[in-house]
């Protein structure tokens, strides 16, 4: 494809150090499909369902797709348009543990008229979420329920952060047509800054649903900042990154906030989205005096 991006030897070495690293051993990912086998035995029986937020979703087709990545087979489910619409709005695709109080074994969620045709973009979605698959299988993808409050919140987010990374970086370098260079960005942070703005928007659904309180998304936005340089580090991406994320966290945020009111019904009422918008203002005004006392 002319003009498309070739990855250097450093990234390339990159790209295959962390698909190793997020590849389950044998056993692991033997264990992982007789939990699929088990689960698509019982579908025979009685058609399977997903639950979210406490709707009903059919399931319409399962299918063990072989992934390019990984070179093995995971369970993809497609499901009814309207209830994914519901349960994962504004996205293509997504990775899921749990359908409720209900668990599964990791799959990806694809709306029903997505199976076919295929293009190689949407290929390369799937493969995304697979990575998150694995993850799930490794331990990785679900934050530790322990601590505070707040230690949850910073948790949460630096473990999506670290997840959409992994996968943003793994799916770009497997198929680099797709990474935009031409926007100026290296690929390790246009992979991060993909894995961030994702963890954003996640906190505030989180605060939308209940599950943290809004203000204590305010406190960690305040804190942001400052640990930055040390998570941009365990993500393996350089921490000279950490003064650019700073300098545009409030655009970032408002950005989050400006795309969960186009895609949550009721998110511009709540009151993280009101929480998020005072932020926002009042991070704008502390920046606006501090350039003119420069």
Request: hydrophobic share 40%; charged share 25%.
């Amino acid at each position: 494809m002319p003009g498309a991006y070739t990855l250097s030897v450093s990234e390339r070495r990159t790209f295959a150090a962390l698909r190793r690293r997020l590849t389950p051993n044998t056993k692991t990912h033997g264990a992982y499909l007789r939990e699929v086998a088990a689960y698509i035995t019982a579908s025979r029986e009685a058609p399977p369902r997903l639950a979210h937020d406490g709707r009903i979703g059919g399931v319409t087709a399962l299918e063990l797709w072989r992934s390019v990545l990984f070179g093995r087979r995971y369970l993809v489910a497609y499901v009814d348009p309207s209830w994914y619409d519901a349960a994962a709005p504004g996205s293509e695709a997504m990775t899921s543990t749990l359908s409720d109080a209900e668990a599964l074994p990791p799959l990806v969620i694809v709306p029903h008229q997505r199976r076919r045709p295929r293009s190689q973009r949407f290929a390369a979605i799937i493969e995304h979420e697979v990575v998150h698959i694995n993850q799930a299988i490794l331990g990785t993808f679900l934050p530790s329920p322990r601590g505070s409050a707040r230690q949850r919140l910073a948790h949460a987010f630096f473990t999506r952060f670290r997840s959409e990374y992994e996968a943003h970086r793994l799916q770009a370098s497997r198929w680099p047509r797709f990474f935009p260079h031409r926007l100026g960005l290296s690929l390790e942070h246009w992979c991060a800054l993909r894995g961030y703005t994702d963890a954003l928007e996640a906190i505030f659904v989180a605060a939308f649903r209940g599950d943290v309180r809004p203000r204590d998304v305010e406190t960690f936005l305040d804190r942001l900042p400052g640990r930055l340089g040390r998570w941009l580090k365990d993500l393996g991406v350089t921490e000279r990154l950490a003064p650019w994320f700073s300098r545009h966290l409030v655009l970032h945020v408002a950005v989050a906030l400006q795309s969960l009111a186009r895609t949550h019904r009721g998110f511009r009422a709540s009151a993280a989205f009101r929480v998020g918008h005072a932020w926002v203002r009042r991070a704008s005004r502390r920046r606006g005096r501090s350039r003119a006392s420069t």
